[in-house]
């Protein structure tokens, strides 16, 4: 299994920002995903996941109706779609298959006025 994330970068608060996974060794359809986010000094805390092969989504309170998670199961990719981005959004971000106990390596996402 192997996830490698992309997408991550410096923006100013208020903007958007759409991080992508890539997906290899297995059936990426047939498996839930998600993304995680951890903010240094913090706890790696669950951002947003979905179900498989589609559909169902959760989001952690603090990302409500500012992020979507996607799937595009064709091309075996994950996305995180953040909008109105926060300050407090500042963190390396990671897609997961948690089926498989896998992650991939991350993706800073900085947020700075």
């Known amino acids: 299994v192997q996830l490698v994330e992309s997408g991550g970068g410096l923006v100013q608060p208020g903007e958007s920002l759409t991080l992508s996974c890539e997906a290899s060794?297995?059936?990426?359809?047939?498996?839930?995903m998600s993304w995680y986010r951890q903010a240094p000094g913090n706890e790696r805390e669950l951002v947003a996941a979905i179900g498989s092969p589609g559909g169902l989504t959760d989001y952690a309170d603090s990302v409500k109706g500012r992020f979507t998670i996607s799937r595009d199961n064709a091309n075996n990719r994950l996305y995180l779609h953040m909008n109105s981005l926060k300050l407090e959004d500042t963190a390396v971000y990671y897609c997961?298959?948690?089926?498989?106990?896998?992650w991939g390596q991350g993706t800073q996402v900085t947020v700075s006025s």
């Open positions: 997961t298959a948690p089926r498989f106990g896998s």
């Open positions: 060794g297995f059936i990426f359809r047939n498996y839930a």
